[in-house]
C-alpha cells in the first residue's frame, strides 16, 4: 500500500500548530493543515506491511493498541497517495462514522501500532483522516444518504455525545425512525461542551448535526430524560431504548477545606462555561467562569487538564500549575515496553506548550496531590498545600515533610469521572456494577434489569457501558450496539 518506497523517501510531518504567540489571542482551531501534495506524500510512507497491526485493535500490556473501528487504514492511505481522493473517503467513511471528530482529538491508536514505528515516525494516519473527511465536505461529497425504506419502529438515543450520534446514525441507515434526547442545549455531549473550541470547533458538530437531520435524525434538546421527561414515557413511546448517556459524575479530590472553599470548579464546568459563553455571546465579562488574573491549580494530568490549562491561558491566568500524581513518564519507550504496545511515554500537550511559551516551563508537577485548601475570611481560595505522593503495594501514601503552599485563587478538578450518573439507571430501573457503569448482558450492548419491569428493549454503548474511555471507543461502541438493536427489532 503506498508507495513501495515512499517510507524510505518522505520523512514524517504533522499538521503544523499555529504559533503559540497567534493560537492563544483567540479560541480558533490549533493547526494548520498541509497542502494536498505534501498530504499525499505521507499517504505515501503507508508500507505494503502484510500484518497491518494500525487496524487491529489488540490488547498488549493491558492496553490497546490499533483502531478500535478496524477501518481500513493501508486501502485509504494507499488512495491517497494516488489522488483518488473520493474513493478514499467512501473506503473511510464505510467503518468511520465521524472521521471530522476522530481526526482531530483521537490520540491516533492506530499510529502507535503502526509497523514503521519500530524504525522511524510513522504514518501520519491521523492527519490523513482529517485530510479525507474535511475534503469531502469542502467538495459536497458528503451528502445526505436518505433510506429508500422506512421500517415503521422508532428508538430514542438518550444522550448525543459520540456514542449517541454513532448509534443513530446507524440505526438512521438502516432505516428506522431515530430520535435523539439530550440534555443540554445543544447537541454533542463532551463533542460539544467537553472539549474546547480550539481542538474542536463547535461548528463542526453543528454540520454533522445539520446532515444527520437531513437525513432524517430528530434531535430533541433540552431534554433530560429521568428527570423532566419520565422514563416510562420514553420506554412506552419507542419500540428500542439506546442508553448512551457518558460517564459523567467527576471525581472528587479529597482535601481540607475542599466542601467550604468558593473558587473549585470541576472541570467539564470550567470548559462548557467557557464554551456556552464563546457560542452565546462572544465570552461577554461576567458570563462564564473566567481564569483571568488568577492563580490557577489543574488537578490531573490527562487530556481534560491539558484543555484546561490551554483554556486558562487564553483567558489570561496569572499563573497555571497542573498536578499529577503519577511519576513523570520516559520520553523514550523502555524495553519492558516494546512495540506494537501502546507506548508508555511522556507526551506534551498544546496546553503544555503554550504554559512554557507564556510562562517559560512545563506547568506539570508529578508525584504531588492536593493536601489542604487556605482560604480567607470570606471562605475564598488564596493557597493550596500540596505533598509528594508515590504508590506503595497499588496504595498511594503521602510523603512526610513534603508540604509546599503555593498560590491558588481558581482550583479546577481535572481527576476523571467515576461513572454514570445515578439517576438515570434508577429512572430506567437498571443496574450498575462497582465502578457505576451499567449492567449488561455478557458480551452484550443489552441492559440488565435490577428488579423492575421487563428491559428487553433496553440497550446501553459508550462510556455509560466501558466507563470514561476515549471518542473512538464510544464510536466503535455505538455502531456495534446499534447492529444489536437493529437484529432485536427486526426479530433476528
Given at each position: 500500500?503506498?508507495?513501495?518506497?515512499?517510507?524510505?523517501?518522505?520523512?514524517?510531518?504533522?499538521?503544523?500548530?499555529?504559533?503559540?504567540?497567534?493560537?492563544?489571542?483567540?479560541?480558533?482551531?490549533?493547526?494548520?493543515?498541509?497542502?494536498?501534495?505534501e498530504?499525499?506524500?505521507?499517504?505515501?510512507?503507508?508500507?505494503?506491511?502484510g500484518v497491518?497491526?494500525?487496524?487491529?485493535?489488540i490488547?498488549?500490556?493491558?492496553m490497546?493498541?490499533?483502531?478500535?473501528?478496524?477501518?481500513?487504514i493501508?486501502?485509504?492511505?494507499d488512495?491517497?497517495?494516488?489522488?483518488?481522493?473520493?474513493?478514499?473517503?467512501q473506503?473511510?467513511?464505510?467503518?468511520?462514522?465521524?472521521?471530522?471528530?476522530?481526526?482531530?482529538?483521537?490520540?491516533?491508536?492506530?499510529?502507535?501500532?503502526?509497523?514503521?514505528?519500530?524504525?522511524?515516525?510513522?504514518?501520519?494516519?491521523?492527519?490523513?483522516?482529517?485530510?479525507?473527511?474535511?475534503?469531502?465536505?469542502?467538495?459536497g461529497?458528503?451528502?445526505?444518504?436518505i433510506?429508500?425504506?422506512r421500517?415503521?419502529?422508532?428508538?430514542?438515543v438518550?444522550?448525543?455525545?459520540?456514542?449517541?450520534?454513532?448509534?443513530?446514525?446507524?440505526?438512521?441507515?438502516?432505516?428506522h425512525?431515530v430520535?435523539?434526547?439530550?440534555?443540554?442545549?445543544?447537541?454533542?455531549?463532551?463533542?460539544m461542551?467537553?472539549?474546547?473550541?480550539?481542538?474542536l470547533?463547535?461548528?463542526?458538530?453543528?454540520?454533522?448535526?445539520?446532515?444527520?437531520?437531513?437525513?432524517?435524525v430528530?434531535?430533541?434538546?433540552?431534554?433530560?430524560?429521568?428527570?423532566?421527561?419520565?422514563?416510562?414515557?420514553?420506554?412506552?413511546?419507542?419500540?428500542a431504548?439506546?442508553?448512551?448517556?457518558?460517564?459523567?459524575?467527576?471525581?472528587?479530590?479529597?482535601?481540607?477545606n475542599?466542601?467550604?472553599?468558593?473558587g473549585?470548579?470541576?472541570?467539564?464546568?470550567?470548559?462548557?462555561?467557557t464554551?456556552?459563553?464563546?457560542?452565546?455571546?462572544?465570552?461577554?465579562?461576567?458570563?462564564?467562569?473566567?481564569?483571568?488574573?488568577?492563580?490557577?491549580?489543574?488537578?490531573?494530568?490527562?487530556?481534560?487538564?491539558?484543555?484546561?490549562?490551554?483554556?486558562?491561558i487564553?483567558?489570561g491566568?496569572?499563573?497555571?500549575?497542573?498536578?499529577?500524581?503519577?511519576?513523570?513518564p520516559?520520553?523514550?519507550?523502555?524495553?519492558?515496553?516494546?512495540?506494537?504496545?501502546?507506548?508508555?511515554?511522556?507526551?506534551t500537550?498544546?496546553?503544555?506548550?503554550?504554559?512554557?511559551?507564556?510562562?517559560?516551563?512545563?506547568?506539570r508537577i508529578?508525584?504531588?496531590?492536593?493536601?489542604?485548601?487556605?482560604?480567607?475570611?470570606?471562605g475564598?481560595?488564596?493557597?493550596?498545600?500540596?505533598?509528594?505522593?508515590?504508590?506503595?503495594?497499588?496504595?498511594?501514601?503521602?510523603?512526610?515533610?513534603?508540604?509546599?503552599k503555593?498560590?491558588?485563587?481558581?482550583?479546577?478538578i481535572?481527576?476523571?469521572?467515576?461513572?454514570?450518573?445515578?439517576?438515570?439507571?434508577?429512572?430506567?430501573?437498571?443496574?450498575?456494577?462497582?465502578?457505576?457503569?451499567?449492567?449488561?448482558?455478557?458480551?452484550?450492548?443489552?441492559?440488565?434489569?435490577?428488579?423492575?419491569?421487563?428491559?428487553?428493549?433496553?440497550?446501553?454503548?459508550?462510556d455509560?457501558?466501558?466507563?470514561?474511555?476515549?471518542?473512538?471507543?464510544?464510536i466503535?461502541?455505538?455502531?456495534?450496539?446499534?447492529?444489536?438493536?437493529?437484529?432485536?427489532?427486526?426479530?433476528?
Amino acid at each position: 500500500m503506498g508507495k513501495e518506497t515512499g517510507f524510505l523517501e518522505y520523512d514524517r510531518k504533522n499538521n503544523e500548530y499555529v504559533p503559540v504567540k497567534e493560537r492563544i489571542r483567540n479560541y480558533d482551531e490549533l493547526y494548520r493543515r498541509l497542502p494536498e501534495e505534501e498530504r499525499r506524500r505521507q499517504g505515501a510512507r503507508c508500507m505494503n506491511c502484510g500484518v497491518p497491526f494500525c487496524q487491529s485493535a489488540i490488547n498488549l500490556g493491558g492496553m490497546v493498541t490499533g483502531c478500535p473501528l478496524h477501518n481500513l487504514i493501508p486501502e485509504w492511505n494507499d488512495l491517497l497517495y494516488r489522488g483518488d481522493m473520493r474513493h478514499a473517503l467512501q473506503r473511510l467513511v464505510k467503518t468511520s462514522s465521524f472521521p471530522e471528530f476522530t481526526g482531530r482529538v483521537c490520540p491516533a491508536l492506530c499510529e502507535k501500532a503502526c509497523i514503521l514505528g519500530m524504525i522511524e515516525e510513522p504514518v501520519t494516519t491521523h492527519d490523513n483522516e482529517l485530510f479525507l473527511i474535511e475534503t469531502g465536505f469542502k467538495k459536497g461529497w458528503m451528502q445526505p444518504r436518505i433510506p429508500a425504506v422506512r421500517s415503521g419502529k422508532k428508538v430514542a438515543v438518550i444522550g448525543s455525545g459520540p456514542a449517541g450520534l454513532a448509534a443513530a446514525d446507524q440505526l438512521n441507515q438502516r432505516g428506522h425512525s431515530v430520535t435523539v434526547f439530550e440534555r443540554d442545549d445543544r447537541i454533542g455531549g463532551l463533542l460539544m461542551y467537553g472539549i474546547p473550541n480550539q481542538k474542536l470547533p463547535k461548528d463542526v458538530v453543528k454540520r454533522r448535526q445539520e446532515l444527520m437531520e437531513k437525513e432524517g435524525v430528530t434531535f430533541m434538546t433540552g431534554v433530560d430524560v429521568g428527570r423532566t421527561l419520565a422514563a416510562e414515557e420514553i420506554l412506552k413511546s419507542f419500540d428500542a431504548v439506546a442508553l448512551c448517556c457518558g460517564a459523567k459524575q467527576p471525581r472528587a479530590v479529597q482535601a481540607v477545606n475542599m466542601d467550604k472553599a468558593k473558587g473549585v470548579i470541576y472541570a467539564v464546568d470550567f470548559l462548557s462555561s467557557t464554551t456556552k459563553s464563546l457560542l452565546n455571546d462572544g465570552l461577554k465579562e461576567g458570563s462564564y467562569v473566567s481564569a483571568k488574573g488568577q492563580d490557577v491549580v489543574i488537578v490531573g494530568g490527562g487530556d481534560t487538564g491539558n484543555d484546561c490549562v490551554g483554556t486558562c491561558i487564553r483567558h489570561g491566568a496569572r499563573s497555571v500549575v497542573q498536578l499529577e500524581m503519577m511519576p513523570c513518564p520516559p520520553s523514550e519507550r523502555r524495553e519492558d515496553n516494546p512495540w506494537p504496545q501502546w507506548p508508555k511515554v511522556l507526551k506534551t500537550d498544546y496546553g503544555q506548550l503554550e504554559a512554557e511559551g507564556v510562562f517559560g516551563k512545563d506547568p506539570r508537577i508529578y508525584e504531588t496531590t492536593i493536601k489542604e485548601l487556605v482560604l480567607d475570611k470570606a471562605g475564598s481560595l488564596t493557597h493550596v498545600i500540596t505533598a509528594r505522593v508515590h504508590f506503595k503495594d497499588g496504595k498511594m501514601e503521602t510523603v512526610e515533610g513534603s508540604e509546599k503552599k503555593i498560590p491558588c485563587t481558581l482550583l479546577i478538578i481535572a481527576a476523571g469521572f467515576t461513572g454514570a450518573q445515578i439517576y438515570t439507571a434508577n429512572a430506567f430501573g437498571i443496574g450498575l456494577d462497582k465502578r457505576s457503569r451499567v449492567l449488561t448482558e455478557e458480551g452484550t450492548y443489552h441492559v440488565v434489569p435490577a428488579g423492575k419491569e421487563d428491559v428487553k428493549k433496553l440497550f446501553t454503548a459508550g462510556d455509560m457501558r466501558r466507563g470514561q474511555s476515549l471518542v473512538v471507543w464510544a464510536i466503535a461502541e455505538g455502531r456495534e450496539m446499534a447492529k444489536e438493536v437493529d437484529a432485536f427489532l427486526m426479530g433476528i
